[in-house]
């Protein structure tokens, strides 16, 4: 830069490729009024300069014909807008490769955001940034392109490892990447396993720590992790998949020694979180609060406990992104606080007995009713729906719950809600036992609950296990479905004749969307089994031939089963064991985002059951 030009009344236009201009950004923005950006000679016009008042042509610091002949181009450019401004040639080093740093953002306030990260921002090409990172506005990153990589519960638009191919190329290509994170990138934000990426890529890749969520919200909040006498220790848990035993009953260990909790992304899975605990002898009045959208205009705290948790927070409409902190250290600094309200008692508005009945039947409770699992990934993946209907559903209070092996049953959770209205939506294909059975004497007597439809049959359905099917068979580079082929539907199976026409229906809805013969098999209390359908095809005149090598390149005789199951568990395993040539994953994965279609059954059957 010219030192001896008074450039402070100035807006300054930089013109040059990005990786040029950057170098010189810094400089300029201290000296000028304004700058402007332009990459490319084609890109400017009068309109494009209006305002400014001095130009530097940014270009490589390579011979000096070859700058000439840059700078030529440039002022072409300007007289052809017809501008006539002072004009600075720049040569700039070239850099031979690019970087990625790796920034925490902070809990959201960009004021949180450190020195380090904020001249990282600055000086990026391209920010590849996260749903939870504070907003990346002009003023932190003029100039700067911005590419949105967010994930919300459910719905994982870029996928993790295109994310990591994305930032990658950009740095080969010789940028410099700024991924941008909310908390900090090393506190489950997947930092490292992206840091391992950039290094097996031979990327020159740094970190710059960030204030985690996990210890600022709940500070914003006025509640301290730790506190002499209650706490001297605290203990940060991903709460995105459910618990298992092992974990519950180690973290039920440690809290009942005074240790804090601090659970992050565990609104869904909150219900397991607090029955696992209460089950592993964590006393049911431990205090409990979720602290949710910290540091925004939106910030909330709900006050309650483990025995109350799962009512109190569906009933205040908690929703990610929050922070759950369970722990004597709730009310360490807010004597007087009343559950559920996030405020003092003496500051919560009185309101009459008659307004609450009236709040809480405009918007009864969703009960998602699943069948129950012990398979880790089959939760997840069902956490996974429910946690997406929510995001949907601001409004409503959504609570998951079980009719069998996971808990609180579907009978604890309408006894807890008691006479607050709510509709229970089966999480279930068919109707059958559990709709006509557990879910009518869950509600028995009590006129304010209702059962919606179970979801099937509907072709949505269909349409979500065709999906799966073609998947499946991309995976393993299979030849298309020809007529040659046998496809089973393999179902649950259910000793009532509805729920077995039902399924009928479905193989005939999955029929018309492949285009070819469906037949439907069981996995229980109904026929055929899926292991004598899979047998009876490999026997049949157009199964001849039919090997387990049917799925690498030839199309004769395959057998293929479409899996028409909520989410992996039992059994699928079942299903896989029946020996098929390929068989396709149930309509819902943990690593995979939840199908559009389920969430809107979902949310249909709910407002279709309040709407009569």
């Given at each position: 830069m010219h030192a001896h030009v008074d450039l402070s009344s100035v807006t300054v236009a930089l013109l040059g490729p990005r990786r040029l201009t950057t170098p010189l950004r810094a400089t300029y923005q201290r000296a000028a009024a304004g700058i402007v950006d332009i990459e490319r000679p084609e890109n400017l016009s009068a309109q494009a300069l209006s305002g400014a008042g001095f130009v530097v042509i940014a270009l490589p610091a390579v011979s000096d014909s070859a700058v000439k002949t840059g700078a030529a181009a440039w002022r072409r450019a300007l007289a052809a807008a017809g501008v006539a401004l002072p004009v600075s040639v720049e040569r700039v080093p070239e850099r031979t490769g690019g970087s990625i740093t790796l920034v925490g953002g902070g809990p959201g306030d960009p004021g949180l955001i450190t020195a380090a990260g904020l001249h990282a921002l600055a000086h990026a090409d391209v920010i590849f940034a996260d749903r939870l990172a504070p907003a990346v506005t002009a003023e932190l990153a003029p100039g700067v392109r911005v590419v949105p990589v967010g994930k919300r519960p459910g719905h994982h638009p870029i996928p993790q490892s295109e994310i990591q191919t994305l930032m990658i190329d950009a740095a080969l290509a010789g940028e410099t990447v700024v991924r941008f994170k909310g908390g900090d990138p090393f506190v489950f934000g997947r930092g490292g396993e992206e840091l391992v990426a950039c290094r097996a890529a031979g990327v020159d890749v740094h970190v710059i720590p960030g204030i985690t969520s996990a210890v600022a919200v709940p500070e914003n909040a006025g509640i301290p992790v730790t506190f002499r006498e209650l706490s001297r220790s605290f203990t940060v848990v991903s709460g995105h998949?459910?618990?298992?035993?092992?974990?519950?009953?180690?973290?039920?260990?440690?809290?009942?020694?005074?240790?804090?909790?601090?659970?992050?992304?565990?609104?869904?899975?909150?219900?397991?979180?607090?029955?696992?605990?209460?089950?592993?002898?964590?006393?049911?009045?431990?205090?409990?609060?979720?602290?949710?959208?910290?540091?925004?205009?939106?910030?909330?705290?709900?006050?309650?406990?483990?025995?109350?948790?799962?009512?109190?927070?569906?009933?205040?409409?908690?929703?990610?992104?929050?922070?759950?902190?369970?722990?004597?250290?709730?009310?360490?600094?807010?004597?007087?606080?009343?559950?559920?309200?996030?405020?003092?008692?003496?500051?919560?508005?009185?309101?009459?007995?008659?307004?609450?009945?009236?709040?809480?039947?405009?918007?009864p409770v969703l009960l998602a009713c699943s069948h129950g699992t012990g398979n880790a990934?089959?939760?997840?993946?069902?956490?996974?729906?429910?946690?997406?209907?929510?995001?949907?559903?601001?409004?409503?209070?959504?609570?998951?719950?079980?009719?069998?092996?996971?808990?609180?049953?579907?009978?604890?959770?309408?006894?807890?809600?008691?006479?607050?209205?709510?509709?229970?939506?089966?999480?279930?294909?068919?109707?059958?036992?559990?709709?006509?059975?557990?879910?009518?004497?869950?509600?028995?007597?009590?006129?304010?609950?209702?059962?919606?439809?179970?979801?099937?049959?509907?072709?949505?359905?269909?349409?979500?296990?065709?999906?799966?099917?073609?998947?499946?068979?991309?995976?393993?580079?299979?030849?298309?479905?020809?007529?040659?082929?046998?496809?089973?539907?393999?179902?649950?199976?259910?000793?009532?004749?509805?729920?077995?026409?039902?399924?009928?229906?479905?193989?005939?809805?999955?029929?018309?969307?492949?285009?070819?013969?469906?037949?439907?098999?069981?996995?229980?209390?109904?026929?055929?089994?899926?292991?004598?359908?899979?047998?009876?095809?490999?026997?049949?005149?157009?199964?001849?031939?039919?090997?387990?090598?049917?799925?690498?390149?030839?199309?004769?005789?395959?057998?293929?089963?479409?899996?028409?199951?909520?989410?992996?568990?039992?059994?699928?395993?079942?299903?896989?064991?029946?020996?098929?040539?390929?068989?396709?994953?149930?309509?819902?994965?943990?690593?995979?985002?939840?199908?559009?279609?389920?969430?809107?059954?979902?949310?249909?059957?709910?407002?279709?059951?309040?709407?009569?």
């Open positions: 998949d459910p618990l298992d035993e092992d974990e519950l009953e180690h973290l039920a260990g440690l809290a009942r020694s005074g240790a804090t909790i601090v659970l992050l992304m565990g609104v869904a899975t909150l219900p397991q979180t607090v029955s696992g605990l209460t089950r592993h002898g964590l006393a049911a009045d431990t205090p409990l609060a979720v602290l949710e959208k910290g540091f925004s205009s939106a910030e909330r705290s709900t006050f309650s406990t483990l025995a109350t948790a799962v009512v109190d927070t569906a009933a205040a409409g908690c929703a990610s992104p929050a922070v759950t902190v369970i722990g004597a250290v709730v009310h360490a600094l807010a004597d007087g606080a009343r559950p559920g309200s996030g405020l003092p008692a003496s500051q919560v508005p009185a309101s009459s007995d008659d307004a609450a009945p009236e709040t809480l039947a405009a918007q990934s089959g939760q997840a993946a069902v956490a996974q729906l429910v946690a997406a209907v929510r995001n949907e559903l601001e409004s409503v209070p959504v609570i998951d719950t079980w009719v069998d092996v996971q808990e609180p049953n579907l009978m604890e959770r309408t006894r807890a809600l008691g006479e607050a209205p709510s509709v229970i939506v089966p999480l279930l294909l068919s109707a059958g036992y559990h709709v006509y059975v557990d879910m009518a004497q869950a509600i028995e007597g009590n006129p304010d609950h209702r059962v919606a439809a179970a979801l099937g049959p509907d072709p949505r359905l269909a349409t979500v296990m065709a999906r799966r099917l073609r998947e499946a068979m991309q995976d393993v580079n299979a030849e298309p479905m020809s007529e040659s082929d046998t496809v089973i539907m393999a179902a649950a199976g259910s000793s009532q004749p509805d729920a077995v026409r039902d399924c009928r229906v479905t193989a005939d809805q999955l029929s018309h969307e492949l285009g070819v013969p469906v037949r439907v098999a069981f996995l229980s209390a109904a026929e055929p089994t899926v292991h004598d359908a899979v047998a009876e095809a490999r026997e049949s005149p157009r199964s001849a031939g039919s090997s387990s090598d049917a799925n690498r390149g030839g199309t004769s005789g395959r057998v293929l089963v479409a899996t028409y199951l909520l989410a992996p568990g039992f059994f699928h395993n079942k299903t896989v064991k029946a020996g098929a040539d390929i068989t396709a994953a149930p309509l819902l994965s943990p690593d995979a985002p939840t199908p559009p279609e389920l969430i809107e059954l979902v949310i249909e059957h709910y407002e279709q059951a309040v709407h009569g």
